[in-house]
């Protein structure tokens, strides 16, 4: 059969043959070449779009609640592999697999659990704090004797993915010795993701996506890492494994799981992703320069804004909000933890082409001296702001970063397979878990198209991708992806 190209090599050379003129040869070859291009593109185009249908993704979720990380295991893996009225979709062969669950299972048993039902698949996942959500609602066990476990399951022809996780050592602060040894670890982590990817997947510049999940101290680090290596537009989301007391959480990877550490998982396809990384909070035009921090347990605290104590500032900041606290460390002469400041939090500012964003910041204990430990790092000299929302905010962000990613993905509604929400633990106390946590958990459901699997999980830091700006860390925020059937 003759090709498109050999036919318009005639058709050009029959053009010119009848012509009188010898110049129509010129025009009449650029627009041969032009018809030429145009129906090349057409043949790449119509090739991907073959690709990306034979490549279909499909997801499913499955969830637990027990004492035994086996028999979770077994719940959890039975409901994904079944279709049910009320769950209508299954995988039986899930080629990757995610997994969030809460403290009260062994991070090791639970590891070993997966790999026994699901031997050589890839797994990504972490401890996060009290409960976990999926399609279903929010699941959340008896304190400190049942565990909960959510699991999603992917499964394509085009997906590949390369996981690793890395162990950490406590104690690591902000010192030159310390930071070399957190560069060293965190590029070890992303070699050994790369290398774990299969050789199809190699062959792509990056990565579809990145999750991410590690302790306090490496999350900048790993960021920044990550920045050097990949495109600053790759998608990303991520969250910082935590226990009941936001203490270290578990990571888990293809059969391990140790703490503190880092997992990373790259994911390669040829579908859609989008991602979404927000906070909601409003600014209120209060803001300052930080004038002194201090190492505090974790990290640095702030001390002084515009030379003056930071707690006296911030109070000044919300009009007393915070004068019960002062007067509590003042009768005590004891620090106080702060949950209602996840109400009215602090912020970075961050300007881009498409507006103003704020990186949230929690000041979540309160010190006589003074001070305030946040659950962010900041340095001297850095621009500091004040930001307020409300539980209802914090409620409906939900299905805002289910709309956000579906736009930054440029994916369809109708065209969506599944996703993946990470909402700060901070966050989820401050509304209210028990009260708040199944409504925001209703607006995910309302805002993601029907028959669409998510998963989520409470966490103790998240990061994400901002468009123009790159990775980012934040405290009292919300990061979703959404994947394309």
């Known amino acids: 059969m003759m090709s498109i190209q050999t036919k318009l090599m005639e058709f050009r050379?029959?053009?010119?043959?009848r012509s009188n003129f010898k110049m129509l040869e010129v025009p009449i070859t650029r627009l041969f070449f032009i018809l030429s291009l145009l129906m090349h593109t057409a043949s790449v185009s119509a090739k991907t779009d073959n690709l990306r249908d034979m490549e279909?993704?499909?997801m499913s979720d499955g969830?637990?609640?027990?004492?035994?990380?086996?028999?979770a295991v077994k719940k959890a893996a039975d409901m994904l592999e079944t279709a049910t009225p009320n769950h209508a979709y299954s995988i039986k062969n899930p080629k990757f697999l995610v997994a969030y669950f809460t403290q009260e299972f062994s991070g090791e048993k639970l590891a070993s659990a997966i790999e026994k039902r699901y031997p050589g698949v890839p797994v990504f996942g972490f401890s996060v704090l009290k409960a976990v959500f999926t399609t279903d609602g929010m699941h959340m066990g008896e304190e400190g004797v049942e565990g909960a476990l959510a699991l999603m399951g992917f499964d394509s022809?085009?997906?590949?993915?390369?996981v690793a996780i890395q162990d950490v050592k406590t104690g690591l602060k902000d010192t030159t010795e310390d930071n070399l040894t957190k560069d060293k670890l965190m590029s070890e982590l992303i070699n050994k993701a790369m290398a774990n990817a299969p050789v199809e997947a190699k062959i792509k510049k990056?990565?579809?996506l990145i999750l991410m999940a590690t302790e306090y101290s490496t999350v900048q680090t790993l960021l920044n890492k990550l920045r050097d290596t990949f495109p600053i537009e790759t998608p990303l989301s991520g969250g910082t494994p935590i226990d009941s007391k936001f203490g270290y959480g578990f990571v888990i990877g293809n059969g391990r799981s140790i703490k503190p550490a880092g997992a990373l998982a790259l994911l390669y396809t040829t579908k859609k992703i989008g991602t979404s990384f927000h906070g909601?909070?409003?600014g209120k035009k209060k803001s300052g320069k930080i004038t002194r921090v201090k190492e505090g347990k974790r990290g640095v605290d702030l001390a002084t804004i515009d030379n003056r104590p930071a707690m006296e500032v911030y109070n000044e900041w919300s009009d007393g909000y915070y004068s019960d606290v002062i007067q509590k460390i003042k009768e005590t002469g004891k620090p106080q933890d702060v949950m209602k400041s996840t109400i009215k939090p602090m912020a970075k500012l961050l300007k881009s082409a498409e507006g103003d964003r704020y990186i949230t910041i929690h000041p979540h204990r309160f010190h006589p001296d003074g001070s305030l430990t946040l659950a962010l790092t900041v340095y001297e000299g850095d621009d500091i702001f004040y930001v307020e929302g409300s539980k209802e905010v914090l409620v409906k962000r939900a299905g805002s970063v289910v709309t956000q990613s579906m736009v930054n993905g440029k994916i369809k509604k109708s065209h969506i397979a599944g996703g993946l929400h990470l909402f700060c633990g901070g966050a989820g106390l401050g509304m209210g878990l028990s009260d708040n946590g199944p409504r925001m958990v209703a607006e995910l459901q309302q805002t993601m198209p029907q028959n669409s699997p998510f998963i989520g999980g409470f966490t103790g830091g998240e990061q994400g991708n901002l468009p123009g700006l790159g990775f980012f860390e934040g405290n009292l925020m919300s990061t979703?992806?959404?994947f394309e059937k």
């Open 157 to 162: 022809a085009g997906l590949k993915v390369g």
């Open 63 to 71: 969830w637990a609640i027990d004492k035994d990380e086996s028999n």
């Open 13 to 17: 050379m029959e053009l010119i043959s």
């Open 480 to 482: 979703m992806v959404v």
């Open 206 to 208: 990056h990565p579809s």
């Open 280 to 282: 909601g909070y409003v």
């Open 56 to 58: 279909s993704l499909s």
